[in-house]
C-alpha cells in the first residue's frame, strides 16, 4: 500500500468542496421529504393538498423490492467441477444464512430504495464484525506472551491474566447511510470517484473504545440531529455525539478517520476489507443522472408544476365543496320560514299564522329567494376532470400503468390487461434492474468478506454442511481451501429481478410445468442416444444443464446434473469391444433365433399344461359346487316335508274344533227346535236364547273369532245368519201373540146364554 498523500487540510478541502456543490440538492431533497411526510398539514395549513408523491411511492416501491432477493452463487465458469459445485453451494449457504439471520441487509435495502424514491440516491455500507468471546485457557502454543512487560498488572487474578480470546461469531453487516452522511470526491461519473466517506456518530464510549483514551476524550461531542427540534422535546438531545468522518482512499489504499471537530487525523489504517473496487459501498441507487456530475434529479422534480396544479385543483374543489349550500332571503313577516331550514325534518309540517296572506303573495316563491348554485356544481365537476387529467399526466411521466395502481376497466378482455401488465412492466425495468445491481453488489461484498475473513468454522456452521449429502461431504475440505484461496476469484454471485419482488404464483407455476415439460422431452431423446452413440451423452448432458440453468427452479438440480454427467463420461471413455465377425454375427444370430424359437415353443407348452391345469381345477370346483348345491336343496326339502306334517297336524286340530263347533251349533238348533214344539212359543225362546248364549261360549271356547282363514268358516257363518233370522221371526211371532192377548175378548154364548168361549 502507498503511504498516504493526503493531509487533514486537503481533506477538509475536498469535504468543503463536496458540501457546497450539493447543498443545493439536500436542500430539495429536505423540501421533498417534507412534502412526502405532509408537513404543511402538520403545520394547520388551511390550503387543502392532494399527496400525490405519497402515493407514488407506494405504488412504484412493491414492483422494485418487495423482499429479500434469493441469491445465486455459481463457478464463473461451467466446468466439471465438483470441488467448485460444492464451494459454490457453501457459499450461498452462507449468504442466504446472513439474509435470513439478521436483518440489517432487508433494512439497508429498503431504506436506500426510499431514499432513491425521494431524493435520487440511496447509498448502503458493508462491514466485517467479529465478535470475540474471552475463554479460559492458554494459547494454542502453550506459552502465554506478553508483549510489554511493563503492561503488567497485579491485580489481576490469575484466571482473568489466562483468558483467551476467541471468536464466537462472525457476520458481514450492511449498514444503511442516511442521504445527509455520505459523500465522495466530486466527479462527473462514479468511475472517477476516487474517495467515498460517510459521517459516523459516536458517543463517548465509543470513541474511547475506538480510538483509546488520550484521543477519545480530545474528541468534542458537539454535534446535535439535524432534525428541527423545535416541535420535540429538547431534553432528549442534551447527550450529544461527535461526528467522525470514516474515508476511503481509493489512490492510496487507506481508510482515514478524521474529526473536524477537533481538526486533526484520528486515525489511519491499510485496507481492512480487502474487496474488489476497494470501496466498502456499492454505486448508489441514482435516479436521473447526467454526464456532468453526479447530482441527482429526484423523480419529484419532473411532475412538481402538475403536483403543485394538482393541488391547486384540489384546495378549488374544497371551496367549490363549501359554497354548494344553500342560501337566500325571506320575508322577514313570515318568521316562520326561518324554521323551515332548521326544523323541516322527517316530513314536519311548519304552521303559518296568516296563510290567506301568505297564499296571496304567492307561497314560498313570493317570500323566499335562493342562490343558484347550478354554477358551483358545474365548475365542481370540471375540476374533477382536470384534476383526473393532470393525474393521468403524473402517471405518464412516472411511467405509472392504472393496472399497477389497482384500477382496470371491468370491460376489458384478459388479453387487454396481458398486454398493459407487460407494457407496464416494461416502464420499471430500468428503474428494477438498478435495484438488482445494487443488491448483487452488496451480496458480492458480503461474499468477498466471508471467504477472506470469515474462519472455516463460521463457513461450514452457516452453511450446514453437515446437512448435505455424504458424497458432498467429502469434497468440503477441499471447497474450503477454494473458498480462501485469495488467487482463484472462481465465483459468481447474481440476485434475480423477480426474486425481489412480488411473484405471481401461477407464473410460478407454469415455468415449472415449463421446465418439467422440457426435461421430459429431453430424457425421452437420450436413452436411444445412450444407446446408439454413448460418447455423445457427456455433451447431452451439458446441453442440458445448460438449458437447466435458464430455470431458477433447474439450478437445484445442477449438482444431480453433474454427477450424472461425470458417471457417463466415464463410461464413455471406457473402450469398446472390437466389432465382431460377419459370419459370427450370422451364426451368433441364428443360434439367437432358435433358441428364441425353442423359448417360444416351451413358453406355448407351458402356456398350454397351464391351462389345462386351470380347466380341471375348475372343473373339479364345479363339481364341489354342484354337490353342495344338492346337499342344500335335500336338507331345504327334509325341512318343507317336517314343516308340511307340522301343518297337517295342526289342520287336523282345527277340523276337531271345528267340528264340535258344528256339532254344538246343531244340537243348540235342535233343542231349539223341541222347546218351541213342546213348551210353547214363549219358553221356546227363552231356551233358544240360552242355547244362543252357550253356543257363542262355546265359540270362545274353540276360538271361533281366530278362524278368520278356515275353510269352515262359511258354514258356521250361514248357520249364524239361519239362527238370527229364525231369531227374527220368533221375535214377530211372540209380538203378535202379545198384541192379541192385550185386544179386548168378548164372550160367546150359545142360544141358551151359556158361555161357550171368547173372542
Not at 131 to 142: N, S
Not at 385 to 405: C, L, N, T, W
Amino acid at each position: 500500500m502507498a503511504d498516504s498523500i493526503h493531509t487533514y487540510e486537503e481533506w477538509y478541502k475536498k469535504i468543503g468542496q463536496y458540501d457546497r456543490a450539493f447543498k443545493k440538492w439536500e436542500a430539495r431533497t429536505d423540501r421533498i421529504v417534507k412534502k412526502y411526510r405532509d408537513d404543511d398539514r402538520r403545520q394547520n395549513n388551511p390550503n387543502a393538498r392532494f399527496n400525490i408523491m405519497w402515493s407514488n411511492v407506494q405504488t412504484i416501491t412493491p414492483a422494485i423490492f418487495a423482499r429479500l432477493p434469493r441469491p445465486d452463487v455459481s463457478r464463473r465458469f461451467r466446468d466439471n467441477d465438483p470441488v467448485g459445485r460444492v464451494a459454490s453451494m457453501m457459499l450461498e449457504r452462507a449468504l442466504e444464512y446472513e439474509l435470513e439471520h439478521y436483518t440489517d441487509y432487508k433494512t439497508a435495502m429498503q431504506s436506500s430504495v426510499f431514499d432513491r424514491l425521494m431524493g435520487g440516491r440511496g447509498t448502503a455500507w458493508v462491514r466485517y464484525e467479529p465478535h470475540i468471546a474471552a475463554r479460559p485457557g492458554t494459547p494454542e502454543d502453550g506459552i502465554q506472551v506478553t508483549e510489554d512487560i511493563d503492561d503488567y498488572d497485579e491485580s489481576q487474578s490469575e484466571q482473568d491474566r489466562n483468558m483467551v480470546e476467541e471468536i464466537e461469531y462472525e457476520c458481514a453487516p450492511v449498514d444503511y447511510v442516511h442521504w445527509r452522511d455520505f459523500g465522495h470526491t466530486y466527479a462527473r461519473t462514479w468511475e472517477e470517484v476516487t474517495a467515498v466517506w460517510r459521517k459516523v456518530y459516536m458517543n463517548r464510549n465509543a470513541l474511547v473504545e475506538r480510538f483509546g483514551e488520550e484521543v477519545g476524550y480530545q474528541i468534542p461531542l458537539d454535534t446535535k440531529p439535524e432534525q428541527n427540534v423545535k416541535d420535540y422535546d429538547k431534553s432528549a438531545y442534551e447527550a450529544n455525539q461527535a461526528c467522525i468522518y470514516e474515508i476511503w482512499d481509493k489512490e492510496t489504499g487507506k481508510v482515514i478517520w478524521i474529526s473536524k471537530s477537533l481538526g486533526k487525523v484520528l486515525d489511519e489504517k491499510d485496507d481492512p476489507l480487502e474487496l474488489e473496487g476497494f470501496f466498502p459501498c456499492p454505486k448508489p441507487l441514482y435516479a436521473t443522472l447526467t454526464t456532468e456530475n453526479l447530482e441527482p434529479i429526484p423523480d419529484f422534480t419532473m411532475y412538481q408544476d402538475q403536483a403543485r396544479e394538482l393541488d391547486t385543483l384540489a384546495d378549488r374543489i374544497e371551496g367549490l365543496i363549501n359554497a354548494l349550500k344553500v342560501r337566500g332571503v325571506y320575508d322577514a313577516s313570515n318568521s316562520e320560514l326561518q324554521r323551515l331550514f332548521s326544523e323541516g325534518e322527517n316530513n314536519t309540517l311548519i304552521p303559518v299564522k296568516n296563510w290567506q296572506a301568505f297564499a296571496e303573495k304567492q307561497g314560498m316563491r313570493g317570500a323566499i329567494d335562493l342562490v343558484d348554485i347550478a354554477p358551483f356544481a358545474v365548475a365542481l365537476q370540471q375540476c374533477y376532470q382536470a384534476m383526473d387529467q393532470v393525474k393521468g399526466q403524473i402517471y405518464e411521466i412516472m411511467g405509472i400503468a392504472d393496472i399497477q395502481r389497482g384500477q382496470t376497466d371491468p370491460n376489458e378482455t384478459l388479453g387487454a390487461q396481458i398486454i398493459k401488465s407487460n407494457n407496464a412492466a416494461g416502464r420499471l425495468k430500468t428503474m428494477q434492474h438498478n435495484v438488482v445491481d445494487f443488491a448483487t453488489k452488496l451480496l458480492q461484498f458480503k461474499a468477498q468478506i466471508i471467504c477472506k475473513h470469515f474462519t472455516p468454522e463460521s463457513i461450514l456452521k452457516m452453511s450446514a454442511a453437515d446437512q448435505m449429502s455424504e458424497q458432498d461431504k467429502m469434497l468440503i475440505p477441499q471447497a474450503i481451501e477454494m473458498l480462501k484461496d485469495p488467487n482463484v476469484g472462481n465465483f459468481r454471485v447474481e440476485v434475480t429481478s423477480d426474486s425481489m419482488i412480488f411473484q405471481d404464483e401461477q407464473q410460478e407455476k407454469a415455468d415449472r410445468m415449463q421446465f418439467l415439460q422440457m426435461a421430459g422431452g429431453f430424457f425421452q431423446n437420450i436413452v436411444p442416444l445412450g444407446q446408439t452413440a454413448p460418447e455423445l451423452v457427456p455433451i447431452a448432458m451439458e446441453m442440458l444443464k445448460f438449458a437447466t440453468t435458464a430455470f431458477k427452479a433447474g439450478k437445484q438440480l445442477e449438482g444431480q446434473i453433474d454427477e450424472t454427467a461425470n458417471k457417463l463420461a466415464e463410461l464413455a471413455k471406457q473402450p469398446r469391444p472390437p466389432a465382431p465377425n460377419p459370419e459370427l454375427l450370422k451364426i451368433q444370430a441364428q443360434a439367437q433365433a432358435r433358441q428364441a424359437e425353442m423359448q417360444m415353443q416351451a413358453q406355448i407348452d407351458q402356456a398350454k399344461l397351464q391351462a389345462e391345469m386351470q380347466a380341471e381345477a375348475n372343473k373339479q370346483e364345479m363339481q364341489a359346487r354342484e354337490n353342495q348345491y344338492r346337499n342344500q336343496l335335500e336338507h331345504e326339502r327334509a325341512m318343507a316335508d317336517k314343516a308340511a306334517e307340522l301343518e297337517l297336524e295342526k289342520a287336523k286340530i282345527e277340523a276337531e274344533k271345528s267340528k264340535d263347533l258344528l256339532l254344538a251349533y246343531v244340537d243348540n238348533a235342535t233343542k231349539i227346535e223341541t222347546a218351541r214344539i213342546s213348551q210353547g212359543i214363549s219358553d221356546g225362546t227363552m231356551a233358544y236364547s240360552e242355547a244362543i248364549s252357550k253356543a257363542d261360549n262355546l265359540q270362545d271356547f274353540v276360538g271361533y273369532p281366530d278362524m278368520a282363514n278356515h275353510p269352515l268358516k262359511p258354514v258356521l257363518d250361514n248357520m249364524n245368519m239361519s239362527n238370527q233370522q229364525m231369531t227374527q221371526m220368533l221375535m214377530a211371532l211372540v209380538q203378535q201373540l202379545n198384541e192379541a192377548q192385550n185386544r179386548p175378548k168378548q164372550v160367546i154364548r150359545d142360544e141358551n146364554g151359556k158361555i161357550v168361549g171368547v173372542k
